[in-house]
Each structure stands twice: as structure tokens, then as C-alpha cells.
């Protein structure tokens, strides 16, 4: 039985018998032949392994069954590559002495090879029957030839489509241990980030020099930046592997304005080189999650001081209008190309790559996906005098 075949004929039994138009293809041999036993069959240098039968003359071999090699004419057929036909064993000259036609009983038989698109034999398309039957015809013969090339054109798909779907989960299971890797590496890496600002926080609180509080600015001014890009490999990695951005919806205008204000507030002590203007009129009750709306806050206005010309201020305009809330943020700059612009919401991606400036390219992906969480849209709009990032979420 199967369980004590090789492991890859095994496999190949299975192959011939996820095959659909093998059963029929078997029963329409035994109608146009007479015959009552067909048989596809896995033929190697030691082993005869039934794959798939059609027995009307129970001559006991179902899939997985095996036979002695040197028992089998399919022995002959696989050494010779040439098919062998008998009519009647009794009156044929070659066979009708034969111990093996003698051990088994039949009196017709026909066997032609089996090889696979690539050239190398497989096995045998056969079919015998205890009576004799005129079989040794070039309509018979055709036939079956014309049925084992069908075979070996199915058994390569199927083949085919396993390996694909073996590799397929392979990849699978290497991205998931990945983005798990990545997970796990967020997750660690917040403690550290937070300790070196508590420290930087404890140092600008003492008595110090003015170069040591500039040090200190600089250590707390990095722990925004790595908690932020820690926070969007964390939300790609997630997103991943299958939870998504998470919300915890709120209607609190006051602790939205709130967190909008120390957004503001951060950026401005962590940049001294843009004016920043703000309008923020929020007349209509925002139902959002106040601090993914304040990351994506985050993203786009760092975005817009690190590309933005010092000499021009940022536009942040807060507002609701009609059934929408709106969040944007403009500044001037280099004019983003229509070509980075249809990609800038992609992971990895960086419109700043032919400027050899490196970035993770995660934020405006990561923004991106949490205004499509609330149902909203993240935009963007560039001319030669300013660049515009819009958020908008319906009510």
C-alpha cells in the first residue's frame, strides 16, 4: 500500500490520481477495447506501483498495490521504450509459452510507455483481459499513445502547481518569521528609546552648561525620530501579518485638539529652521482615533520640515467642512514628480532615493493605511511652489 512505498512514488501515485479525466479516460479504454482491467502505472528499475485502476475482472490491484518487476512486461517496456501488444496469448509465437501471461491468466494485454515533457520514462498506460481482444491495431495503438501523452501533459500541471504551491508556502512561512522578527524587534527596542529620554529630560531639568543642553536637546530630539520610525515598522509589520492598523474610535474634539497641539509643539522644539502656521477650527464632532490621526499628524508634518525650503513657512490647516474633517499640511520645496507621486504611499519607498538621502519609507505608507482604517483618503499635490499632504475623513 501506499505507506510502504517511496516516499517520491508516493507522491506520484497521488499526482496521477489528482488527475480528473484519468477515471474516464481508464473506463473509455475498457468500452473501446473489451477489455476489463486498465491500469496507469508507476514503473522504475525495482518497483511496478499501480497508480490508478479500472477493474471489471477483479483482478485485485487497486492505487499503491505493487507487483514484482521482473513479473511484468512493463519491465520490457521501460529497457526498450517500445510498446508490447498481444491479441491472444495462446496463439502468439513470442508469448503463448511465456511464464508470465502463464502466472497471471490473461490472454490480451497491451502496454505502451509513459515518459514525462521532459523526456525521462515514467511508467506504463496498460490493459489486459482474461479473454483474447484485437488490440493490436494502428486505431488502438493511437489511442493509446494519444492517452499517454494526455496523461504526461496532466501529470506535469500537476506536478507544476505542487511545486509552485510548496515554494509558495515556503515564502509564506519565511515573511511570516520575518515580520514576526520585526515585530518582536518594535517591541524591544521602545523600552531603550524611552530610558534614553527620560535621561535626556532629566539632564535639560539640572544645572548645566549651555553645550551640555543642547547635547541633551539633540539625544531627546533623536528618541522622537527612532520612536517614530520604531512605531511605523511595527504598524508595517503588524499590518502583515494580518491584525492591520487597529483603531479605538473617539468623539473628543478637545483631547483631538490636544494632541494635534502637542504635535505642534514637539516639532517646533525639535526644528528651529521652519515657521510652522497653524488655523485649527473644529466645528463639527470628529469621530477618529485621536492618536493615529496625531501619528499620521506626525508623519506628514516631519515629512513637510524635512523637504520643506527654510525660508518658507508650513501651512497646517485643521478643519470640518460639510461631512468631512480635514487635516493639512503644506509647504514649498522641490516639486515632487507626477512619476514619486504615484508611489509615495508604498512601503520602502523614498522620493528623495536620487538625492541619496536614505530613508525606512514607511511613514506615508503607515499614514496612508491609517486614513484608509477610518475610511478616509491621504492625498498629495505638488507645483513648483507648494506641496500639499491632505487628510480627509468623512463623518
Avoid at 270 to 294: A, P, Y
Wanted: hydrophobic share 40%; charged share 25%; glycine share 6%.
Amino acid at each position: 500500500m501506499l505507506t510502504n512505498l517511496n516516499i517520491n512514488i508516493q507522491k506520484e501515485v497521488v499526482a496521477i490520481n489528482q488527475i480528473k479525466v484519468v477515471p474516464d479516460l481508464l473506463d473509455l479504454i475498457c468500452k473501446t477495447t473489451g477489455m476489463g482491467f486498465a491500469a496507469i502505472s508507476r514503473v522504475t528499475e525495482s518497483n511496478w506501483v499501480a497508480c490508478s485502476t479500472r477493474d471489471q475482472i477483479n483482478f485485485g490491484l487497486l492505487p499503491g498495490d505493487e507487483l514484482p518487476i521482473k513479473t511484468t512486461f512493463c519491465k520490457d517496456v521501460r529497457e526498450t521504450h517500445q510498446p508490447v501488444v498481444i491479441n491472444e496469448v495462446a496463439t502468439d509465437t513470442c508469448y503463448k509459452a511465456h511464464p508470465i501471461p502463464l502466472k497471471y491468466g490473461f490472454q490480451s494485454y497491451i502496454s505502451v510507455p509513459i515518459f514525462r515533457r521532459d523526456g525521462t520514462f515514467f511508467g506504463t498506460l496498460c490493459a489486459i483481459d482474461l479473454k483474447p481482444a484485437e488490440i493490436d491495431t494502428p486505431e488502438i495503438r493511437g489511442m493509446f499513445n494519444l492517452y499517454a501523452d494526455l496523461i504526461s501533459f496532466h501529470l506535469e500541471a500537476v506536478e507544476e502547481l505542487e511545486r509552485v504551491s510548496a515554494n509558495l508556502m515556503e515564502e509564506r512561512k519565511i515573511a511570516e518569521l520575518r515580520e514576526t522578527f520585526i515585530a518582536i524587534l518594535g517591541h524591544d527596542l521602545r523600552n531603550p528609546v524611552s530610558t534614553t529620554r527620560m535621561c535626556a529630560d532629566i539632564l535639560l531639568k539640572l544645572s548645566i552648561d549651555e553645550t551640555a543642553i543642547r547635547q541633551a536637546e539633540i539625544i531627546k530630539a533623536t528618541t522622537y525620530r527612532m520612536q517614530g520610525l520604531i512605531d511605523n515598522l511595527l504598524d508595517f509589520a503588524m499590518g502583515h501579518l494580518g491584525d492591520g492598523i487597529k483603531l479605538e474610535l473617539t468623539s473628543d474634539n478637545d483631547l483631538l485638539l490636544k494632541v494635534l497641539e502637542q504635535i505642534l509643539q514637539e516639532m517646533r522644539t525639535l526644528d528651529s529652521h521652519h515657521e510652522i502656521k497653524q488655523s485649527m477650527q473644529l466645528r463639527k464632532t470628529v469621530t477618529c482615533d485621536v492618536n493615529r490621526v496625531g501619528q499620521l499628524f506626525s508623519n506628514i508634518l516631519g515629512n513637510a520640515i524635512k523637504h520643506g525650503a527654510e525660508d518658507h513657512p508650513i501651512t497646517v490647516d485643521i478643519y470640518t467642512l460639510d461631512k468631512e474633517f480635514i487635516l493639512s499640511v503644506s509647504n514649498s520645496g522641490e516639486k515632487i514628480s507626477d512619476t514619486a507621486i504615484t508611489n509615495l504611499f508604498k512601503p520602502f519607498f523614498s522620493e528623495n532615493a536620487n538625492r541619496n538621502k536614505k530613508s525606512l519609507g514607511l511613514g506615508l505608507y503607515i499614514s496612508s493605511e491609517i486614513a484608509k482604517a477610518h475610511g478616509g483618503t491621504l492625498t498629495t499635490e505638488s507645483s513648483d511652489e507648494q506641496t500639499t499632504f491632505t487628510l480627509k475623513i468623512p463623518f
